[in-house]
């Protein structure tokens, strides 16, 4: 039976059944091999091809055209599905399901000829070691329409599966020259520039951004230094100051501090430890009376403290001096950008009252 799917009026066969593979011995001088298709391999390759056809949702075996589906440059549109296999005395034949392209392709004679692939994994090699081998394939990996087959005349038949992999080698290595090309003229060498010279600029471009991260960590490390040495020197300023202004009480200090640090500068500090705690005392207690009686009389210079009564008058001035003081912190806190001097002021107005 005449292998082409088609006869000289491009008709189907009348019973649907269209010759796959003849049987026969047929070379294959790009592979340098021999393939066997003999009674074995047919049935071998039969019975695979249909125990996968008979399991459900069988999509099918796509069929191609000129083996396209293995170049990743190329589209890889269906012309037909391949149901099942046959095992007859010339061959192995085939049912197929064409697609509209299919069709119109072999309608019009587009294409004449299957051509069959097989993995070198589905291939028994009959006499290894010897030239040319010859191998029996057990498993149908693949079918394409092709008016080139790789056996001339009435068998068309091509096994080029290790074609396939030099081709989509050599096209992997068309597409990564392309990229080199637009990663070399990127980094604003020529587009023929050579691997090394574009690894060489890779490199600058890598050692540079080495040193700039060195940069800025050493950058953030002194930065981080100079804020503890900066926070040192105010904690040093701030402890000496309250010295000068004789506060010893540490429980003053504790209280006063936060507001110190958060203040400006240090004539900020100062006006506030002369305006609050008043002059250099001996002791932490005479220092308050004097501030809270500073305070107190701030707009009357002229009139006289209160008789003191021995240690009870001496403690409440100081209990005093310590409500205006809480209440011109809780003020402060409130209103950070308010001036210590309103909030005292507003402190004394309220305690007065």
């Known amino acids: 039976m005449n292998p082409i799917i088609l006869n000289r009026d491009f008709q189907h066969p009348a019973d649907g059944w269209y010759m796959i593979e003849p049987k026969g011995e047929h070379p294959n001088t790009r592979r340098g091999i021999i393939q066997v298709i003999d009674d074995q391999a047919c049935q071998e390759i039969v019975n695979r091809f249909n125990a996968e056809a008979d399991k459900p949702g069988f999509p099918g075996l796509l069929i191609d055209h000129e ?4 170049y990743a440059n190329q589209e890889t549109r269906a012309y037909g599905w391949l149901m099942r296999l046959q095992n007859r005395a010339d061959g192995i034949y085939g049912q197929v399901k064409w697609t509209a392209t299919g069709r119109a392709a072999v309608d019009g004679g587009d294409y004449r000829f299957f051509s069959t692939e097989y993995d070198p994994a589905d291939v028994v090699v009959l006499n290894r070691g010897q030239k040319p081998e010859r191998g029996r394939p057990l498993k149908l990996d693949g079918l394409s329409l092709t008016n080139d087959p ?42 023929d520039a050579s691997e090394e010279a574009v690894l060489a600029e890779v490199t600058k471009i890598m050692n540079r951004a ?76 005479a220092a308050t009376t004097a501030a809270a009686t500073t305070r107190q009389v701030l707009n009357r210079a002229d009139a006289k403290a209160p008789a003191a009564k021995g240690g009870d008058a001496q403690a409440n001035e100081r209990e005093k001096t310590q409500k205006i003081t809480n209440r011109a912190q809780e003020l402060k806190g409130a209103a950070p950008s308010r001036s210590w001097d309103s909030c005292w002021n507003q402190a004394v107005t309220e305690n007065s009252k």
């Open 67 to 70: 083996h396209f589906k293995h």
């Open 150 to 191: 790789n056996n001339k005349g009435s068998q068309p038949i091509t096994n080029r599966q290790e074609d396939f992999r030099r081709d989509a080698a050599a096209d992997g290595t068309n597409n990564q020259r392309k990229t080199m090309k637009s990663v070399a003229t990127k980094l604003g060498l020529s587009a």
């Open 210 to 285: 080495t040193e700039a991260e060195t940069k800025v960590t050493g950058l953030s490390t002194r930065v981080t230094t100079l804020e503890t040495h900066n926070n040192t020197l105010l904690g040093e300023q701030i402890d000496a100051d309250l010295a000068t202004h004789g506060v010893k009480d540490e429980k003053i200090i504790n209280r006063v501090r936060p507001f110190l640090v958060g203040m400006k500068n240090r004539e900020e500090r100062v006006t506030f430890l002369t305006e609050v705690l008043g002059a250099k005392a001996e002791d932490t207690a």
